[in-house]
């Protein structure tokens, strides 16, 4: 937001640019969730684009970012993760992108020593130079530690009107906010993606442990922010709904996925993910009655629901919570 105004008061033109790699914090977790009812539904980039009334082009890139995640160069993060490797490749994608729609220039928000992984001031560098943008990439809140950049020294952008910000405090970039007449922004520390989550990033790292393949999909990644994940058995789990909206969000997975619904007592709606036996469905449906209302019956009467079939019912004793393994818990 910041770094857009700046540019756009030298009377530049600026459009943003969103990548979509599915990993986002924001989008549908925070309407999902009963807790999180009061919070801004919102997706910021789009929120973004509308105070600064500029256009925003949203680019899904999930596909191709799968190799960014499954082979990051540079490494990872404290969890999974690849900050300098994802950096230097939306980056690159950005100038992809300007190449093709006739613009000059990239701008960024990054600050020097605002993230310990990717924007230092010996990996800024990295990110322009194996991104291929090199010096086309301005990053107007902290240029003046910088070398100027070529939009800098073609006379296309005011040197003397950016910003030498610089380490993790925010207080400079909420003056200058205030300055520009900003009342709302978003979460200054980031945090916009679950990848940096080491609970999301724990239950990705067991999902490839427990199939052949590494690869992944849409709806996996989204079922991964969704729910509590148990493993009581190394080839199957369990997804149980929270709250009711969770509950609702998991109904448009039951065409893929065996579930599980208590219907003597109130309780989640859990789905089982992998290939599971008659006994492995009784150890889940057990679970399943444990965390809901009739956990403390001597029996409980659930539906269980292959995917695409007939429910049929299943009455069973609830799970001890003594029984409950925690290194069941994903």
Not at 155 to 165: A, P, S, T
Not at 178 to 185: A, N, Y
Not at 232 to 243: C, N, S, T, W
């Amino acid at each position: 937001m910041l770094a857009t105004k700046v540019i756009m008061e030298q009377g530049i033109h600026v459009e943003g640019i969103n990548f979509f790699t599915g990993f986002c914090v924001e989008g549908h977790t925070h309407a999902i969730r009963s807790k999180d009812r009061n919070r801004p539904k919102r997706n910021n980039a789009l929120w973004v684009a509308e105070q600064l009334g500029i256009k925003l082009h949203i680019v899904d890139v999930i596909e191709e970012y799968k190799d960014v995640l499954l082979n990051p160069k540079h490494g990872y993060g404290q969890n999974m993760n690849p900050c300098l490797d994802c950096k230097g490749f939306m980056v690159r994608k950005a100038y992809e992108w300007i190449r093709e729609h006739g613009f000059d220039f990239i701008i960024t928000g990054e600050v020097i020593g605002q993230r310990p992984m990717s924007q230092r001031k010996d990996t800024m560098p990295v990110v322009a130079r194996e991104s291929g943008a090199g010096d086309l990439l301005l990053r107007p809140l902290c240029a003046k530690h910088l070398p100027p950049t070529l939009p800098e020294r073609e006379g296309w952008v005011d040197r003397e009107k950016l910003y030498d910000f610089s380490g993790r405090t925010r207080k400079p970039q909420m003056a200058l906010a205030e300055q520009f007449g900003f009342k709302d922004w978003a979460t200054p520390a980031g945090g916009c993606c679950f990848l940096t989550d080491k609970a999301y990033s724990d239950k990705l790292v067991d999902m490839w442990q427990h199939r052949s393949s590494r690869d992944y999909t849409l709806d996996d990644i989204m079922l991964l922010k969704v729910g509590r994940h148990l493993r009581p058995r190394p080839h199957f789990k369990l997804i149980v709904a929270r709250d009711e909206g969770e509950g609702k969000f998991l109904e448009g997975y039951r065409r893929q996925f065996t579930s599980l619904k208590t219907v003597s007592h109130g309780g989640p709606l859990v789905l089982i993910d992998g290939d599971v036996t008659d006994e492995d469905i009784e150890l889940a449906a057990r679970i399943a009655a444990r965390y809901g209302q009739g956990r403390s019956a001597d029996a409980v009467e659930l539906e269980v629901t292959p995917p695409g079939g007939e429910p049929r019912r299943l009455t069973v004793a609830p799970l001890h919570p003594n029984d409950i393994d925690p290194a069941w818990h994903v």
